[in-house]
Structures are given as C-alpha cells and as structure tokens.
C-alpha cells in the first residue's frame, strides 16, 4: 500500500502546535510507518508539488495573502485538518477582533503599519472546508493520533461536546471552583483529558466552547461564586473572540 | 470462625503495609485541600482513617473508566471477546460505598449476566470502615438506610479509643488476619465498648429529609411532572460530574480504537453520563432528553423509583456526592425536600 | 491488569459474510448476510442484531427478512452515521460484525388467528418487512391483512418489487400514501394517517401493527384508537440508541424499560403511561 501523502502548514500561529508533533518521541516513528510527510517546514526543506492527500494545517487567517493561500492549499488537498487553537477557533489571534483594525494595526507595527495588510481573525472552516478538527493550545498529542487514524481511515473524528468537567471529574481532581479560582471548564470542550487542570492549572477555553452551553445555569454558577460575568467573557474571547464571526460569514457549520 | 477481632490503632500501619505485600491495596488518600480519593498505598503512612466520600467511589474499580471487551485482528478477521481484571484489596470502604457496590453487583448480575463485571468483582477483597458521625452536611446516609454495616465486605473496621474493632464476614476476610497476623481475639469488653458506640450513633443519625425511607419511592411514583424537574432544567449545567461520581451510575458508551498499523485494535467500554448532551440521541438525530430537566429527572428516577421496582433497592446511597460537587449546587436533600413539599 | 479471553461473553461476535449489497434508493442499502460455518440467525421478526466494522464502532440496525428465510439475513441501513457511513462502502464478499439478535420481537404467537394492520412509515418498512413477510409465508395462519404504507415521496419507496407482489394479493388488502408525489404517481397524496379511516376492521380480532419515524406514533395511535381497537392490540416498535444491547449501557432506557431488552417491540397499554415513551 503507498503512504499517503501528508504536509504541514502554517499560517498565524506560534507553530507551538507543529512542535508538539516534533516532540512525539519514538511514538513518531509509529506515525511515520504510516504516512509519508512531503512537506512541513519546521523540520525539513523539502516542498512538494503535487497534490495532498492529507493536509494539516496550524494557524488563523488574518490577511487576504493567507485566505488565497489556503483556497490553493485547499484545492491540492483530498483531506484538510485544522489543527490547534488557532486554525480551528481563531486562538489568540482573534483578540485583535476586540479592535479597530487600523487602530491595532498602528499600535503593533506604528510607522511600518502602511505595510501590512489585515482582516478580521478567523478559523480555516470560516474560510475552506475543514474535515477534522483538533483542537487545543497546544493539541493533545493523543487526540491528534486519534484524528489521524480516523482520517487515514476515512470516518469522521466527533469532538467530544460536553465540558473539561466531565473529564477533569474522571481524573479526580480537585474543583479549581472549590479553591476559589474561574476556570473555563464548564464550558469548553472536552478531549483534552483535562490536561490543563492535571498540572495545577485553569482551564482557558482553549478547545472552543460547546455547542450548547447552560447559559442561566453558568450565570448561576458565576453569581453563586462572585464572579462578574464580563470578567468571564474577556476570559473566554482570549481564545474564543472570532466565534462572532461564525455562520454570519460563513455557512460551515462546526462540528 | 472467630468473628470479632481487635487491632490496636498503633499497628494499622503495619497492617497496611502488610496488606500491601499480599497484593495491590487501595485506600482513601487526601487530595488537594478538602478531597480525598482511593489511592494505591505500600503503608498506612497516608491514609486517611477519617475522610469524606472521596471524588470518585470504589465503582472505579469494580467498573473501570475504560475497559477492553474484544480485542481484533482484521487482516485475520478474528475477534476475541476478553476480560480485564486485577488482584485488589481495597482499604477504607464507608457503609454507603459498601451499599454502592451492592447496588452495581445486582445491576450486573441481572440477566443476561455481565461477565467482565463478575469476574473482576470476585477478585476484589473489600475491607469496609465505618463512620461513627457525619461526614458533613451532604450525606444522606440514614434516610437511605446505609448508615449501619449490612455486609458487602470480607472485613469491617470499626475505630473505638485506641483499637479497631473488626467484623470478619468471609472466609477471605479471615485469611487475611492470618497472613498479617497483628490481630487480637476481641474481649468482652471490647465488644461493649462497640455495642456503646453504636448505640451513640443511631442517636446522632437522623433522617436527613422531610420523608421516611419507605414514603421516598411513592414520592417519586407521583413525581413525572413535579416543578421541580424544570427548577432544575434551569441550574443544571450538564457537566455530568452528578453520574461520574455516583457510586451507582454505571452508564456506558461503547468504543472501537485502533493501533497505528490500521489493522489491530480494541473494542472499549468507558463511562458514560444520561446528563451528556447526546447520551439518548439517535442517528436521525432526535434526542429522546433533550432537556436537562428531564435528563436530571432520569437520574433521580434512576436512583429512587425504577431500581426500586426492579430489584426492591434504592440506587441512592446517600453518600452525598452528587451535591458536594455539583457546579450549581443541586442538592440532593433539597431536591427530595421540595418534592415532598409540592407532593403535600 | 491481566487480561483474557472470554469464550462466553454477552460481547463475542460472530463473522457475516456480505452475499450481496446494493442501494435501495440514494439514502438506503441493502445487504444479505450469511453468518460464518452456516450457523442461522435464529431471529424472531422485529429484533435486531449489532453490526460491527472493526476500528470503526457497532450500530443497532432491525433484521428486515422474516425467520422463513434461511441460510441468510437482510438488513437495510440508511447512511446517518459513521458506522452505517462506512457500511455504505461495503460490498459483496466484505465482512461485518454481528452480535444477536437482541430484544422482544412482534409476538407472532399471539398474532396468529387475528386479523393484522400493518402500519409502515418512512424507514418503518424496514423491521416491519420482517413480520409483513413472516405471516405472507404462513398466511393460513392469520385472518385478514391490510398494510397502509407511507413515505416521502415514490422515490423514497423501499422494496419496491416486493410491495408490488404484496399489492397484487388477493388476500392482503394494501393501501400506499406519499407526502409529495411525483407526475407519475397514481396513487394516495397525503400522510400516512388518512388511510387509516379508509379501514374495515373487527376490533374483537384486530391487531394494528405500527413501525415509523418517532413523529408518526401519536397521529397514528390516536386513529386507531378513534377505530375503537383496544390498546393491547396495537404494537409499536421504538427507536433508541442501543450500544451493549444488553440491557446495560442505559443509552437507550425509556422511563423503567430497556429498549434492547424489553423492546423495541411493546404493545400501547404497556407503554402508553411511559413519559419518555412517545
């Protein structure tokens, strides 16, 4: 059987996400038996001209070169993961969708800004059809293998949609409400295995919210533990800002 | 058989660390501020001898988070059914966990009997502990009526002034005196001091709601369209922390996973909750509890009325965890409180 | 964590053989299945066995053959997730996975003797088929028989070769309805409950069997009870997302009843009283 062929792409992002995959270990070599990676810039200089049978792609759209350039990666490719926070929900990037874009265009570049050009923040499915998504920042290495096989295998891959805490509760740790910290478990996407909360840490909505949150319910919680809710809400547009733009843009729909 | 013997709170650790080395031993162990959870031990060093109902009960044991059922090849085309278990001794278990895992061996020996569970519940020695007083405001361990030993365990430890007083209730349980050894016969004396205790605490125990043990099932009879389903549609969050940590929700979703090679691979249970999103949709996509009251009403109905009427047992233990941890502070107690109340 | 193979476990699966496999309509495919070494299904009309794809999952899917037929069994499973996706890219000479059958069946039993309505809509044909063929290959068994059928439009017909042949019986009184009909359709336009009134029936001796999408039961139910047929004699088949069939997982528990285990036939009186029912 011929290995398909994979690549790498990035567009915003701090290609932390493309790292992790760097970082497998000897498990990367199983990986390899598999697949056959004719491009992917962070660990070799070789490009490919001909078309993908998978492409993995890591980062958000902010400009009009990056949507032409992932229109043409689209089109070489039979299947396209959006991979990491940032191709798949904006990521930090879209904090600059708080903005006037020409305003934060000049605090970040001042005199050079005339050289950029910028359009609002969004994820790959707002602007090419997406198949797969794996989330997180950075995505969960045994996610990304799941996703990977399923592809390989040709079925869909379902993100998990219903909270960390579901997760995090299986892991038995102990509540971060309990120690009096907000954390964005509640309301974000499982499949991480509650990474975040296992080491010490809150959860930052870094998979994207779920689809249906219990919006009287977490203002209930949020009251119940003296949390203003617009504190909340900055906390969840550090990763989540350019969901605004979803389907008044776009028709995808999101898995 | 002697069935009553002492054990001097000086030498639990010991104890422990013998246990240890006859095989695998888990024990309540603090986590984090207020926590406490089942923990492998090789010494009594960090167990907790008081403590409240850990995060996740013992079930996690009895039914792991995920365990193999088939494991297949295709390029051979076979398919094996399997089993998964491992030799255990578990430390430290309340009345209401005992009660729990009651509870999940009648589910599972129903018929059609589910093997896998059985078989990994046979190769389990329990050894139970019991509360002299509350644990705190959660529990509800009278009303349920799970507040005294009622067997469940090969060994049951009772703490009195400077000694365990030990139920020996298996043939296995009386093994493991022998092979640790510390043990005592238990004087006259000793079993007064136990009868006193008790007797202390059933004083101490009352009913924790406003209805009797016996009025909780036609309470719940009579409870489809109470407004308390829809008070709750409002609070619940949905994060299912409720089922994952009841000792007696045993819900499942079955799973393939695959090796790298595409071609070897498992067929996995792992637990599951009625209050996920998806839990009763079906391909068309309908969802037959789309509302998370009712969702929240299954649960409680899960607990107080269909069990009931299956196997004449409550599924609610009145460990309390189900409150203690909830997001948006349901509470058990107050759930029961104001179905009564509306039932007036 | 010690792990062995279980020779007799609720979770063994046996191999079928795909014999043949073709589409039924765009949405719908057929398979004839024969399980390895010969063994027989053994199934009762309207149980249903869990088909499996290694690497991918297992799904509920209704027999749609009657127990009359032996050496092999048909499904027909419409593409709505990934496992029936993935079966839709099946084809002769592939494998499955099977486990069952699982559940109460139509009581055929207590059928015999009795005059028979069978009610289909949609997909409901499908495990219906299994009983409608059952009492056609015992047909001296039971009294009169009407099948009202109905779907979306003719192109939505499922068995149609075989719905013919019913049609031309003698002894079968049939009626079909779709809701959008096309310029060559002759037949009824409309849904599927107002055939029911067009129905001669003894109620003393009639049972009413019904088989639809979730939506379909309250309308129907309601005609027949107007037709004065006690609640005992009406059978239903439910849909749930069964995933142990074994009365376990709890996926597809409806109030205090398993779907896998008590269903997904039941009899109205049984359940007309079950909130999370219809």
Redesign the interface.
Known sequence: MKKPKVAFFDFSCCEGCQLQVANFGEGLL??L??IEVVEFREVMSEKWEGDFDVAIVEGSITTPHGVERIKKIRDRSKVLIAYGSCATIGGINGMKNKFDLDEIKEYVYKDGAKYFETIPTRPVHQVVKVDYFVHGCPVYQPEF?KVL?CA??GIPYTVP???V??EC??N????M???GLTCL??VTRAGCNSWCINNGNICYGCRGMVS???K???M??LE?HNIPLDWVVNKIDMYNKPRELEETETNGKKR | MTQYVILNKTDLDEFISRLAQIKKTVAPVK?????Y?FEEVTSGKNVAVKYIP???PPKKYFLP?TE???Q?D?SK?T????????EMIIFGVHTCDLAGIQCLNM??S?K?K???YLARKNRILIIGLECNDYCDEYASCKVMDNHMPNGGYDLFFTELDDFFMVHINTLEGEDLIEKTGLFKEAKEEHKKALKAMREEKRKRFKDEVNVTHNQLKPLFDKS?EAPVWQSLE????????CT??CPTC???????E?D???TT?V?K?R????Q?????????G?N??EA?G?RQR?RY?RKF??PV??YSRYFCTGCGRCSR?C???INLKETINELAQGAK | ?????????????K?GKILVAKMLTAQEKYFKIALAGGESLDHEPGQFVMV?V??????PISVSSSPTIRGYFELVV?D??KL?HVLHQLEAGD?V?IRGPFGVGFPTQILEGNDLVFVAGGLGIVPLRSLINFVIDNRRDFGKVSILLGCKTPQDMLFGDEVDQWEKRLDVNFNCTVDKADPDWKGNVGLITSLIPGVTLDIERTFAIVVG??IMYKFVIAELLKKNIPERQIYLSL???M??G??????C????VYCCQDGPVFSYDKIKNN??AL
């Open positions: 199983d990986i038996n598999l293998v096989k390989l295998q949609d219903h909270s805490c579901v509760k299986l038995e740790n102990e509540c409400y309990d120690k478990g509640p249906n949150p219990a009287n319910g977490q209930d919680i119940k | 986590r984090g501020v207020k926590n959870a850990t995060i996740l988070q193999t059922l088939q297949y295709k085309k398919w094996n059914a399997v089993m998964e278990f491992q589910a599972f129903d059609p589910d093997i896998n489809f409002a609070r619940c969050v949905s994060c299912g922390n994952n940590v045993y819900c499942f979703d079955i799973e393939d695959i790298l090679n595409l691979g067929r249970r637990w599951d909750s009625c996920n999103e998806p839990f009763a949709q079906v391909a068309g309908e037959f509890r998370r009712e299954h109905l009325k269909y009427d299956k941890t997001m948006a502070k | 964590m010690k792990r062995v193979t279980l020779k007799e476990s609720a979770y063994n699966v191999t499996a290694p690497g991918v999952g297992e799904a419409r709505a997730g029936t494998t996975g999408p979730p849909e749930r997302h995933k142990c074994v009365g376990k997982c709890g996926h528990q409806i109030g205090d909130i999370e």
